[in-house]
Nanobody, 125 residues
């Protein structure tokens, strides 16, 4: 088990940038997947980006590819999501999630057992 805490959410104008951080209670030194999902009220939770902590491989949804970047810091306890060129339809609650001891980082909610509480991102036009 690992506990996850998101930070960095807030309000940003369209076209701007924001950095979200996911801090974990233990280092992700082994073969784990950490991902960001987002959810708008009334909609299903949508996968945004994932990161494999051993290989560094990443997966992005088509809606954010080229605009968002997922990365791990040197402490291996924080996974960041850099949002750039944001749009109003990026507005959502963003969740960090982790699955341990795996090589498959596909963006499906059922694959992830550990979740943070979420952080709100609001993009204004």
């Amino acid at each position: 088990q690992v506990h996850l805490t998101e930070s960095g959410g807030g309000s940003v104008e369209a076209g701007g940038s924001l950095r979200l951080s996911c801090t974990m209670t233990k280092t992700m030194a082994r073969s784990n997947c950490v991902a960001w999902f987002r959810q708008v009220p009334g909609n299903e939770r949508e996968g945004v980006a994932s990161f494999h902590t051993r290989s560094g491989d990443t997966i992005y949804s088509d809606s954010v590819k080229g605009r968002f970047t997922i990365s791990q810091d040197n402490s291996m306890k924080t996974i960041d999501l850099q949002l750039t060129s944001v749009r109003p339809d990026d507005t959502a609650v963003y969740y960090c999630a982790a699955q341990l001891n795996t090589v498959d980082c596909i963006l499906e909610t059922r694959k992830y057992q550990n979740w943070g509480q979420g952080t709100q991102v609001t993009v204004t036009s």
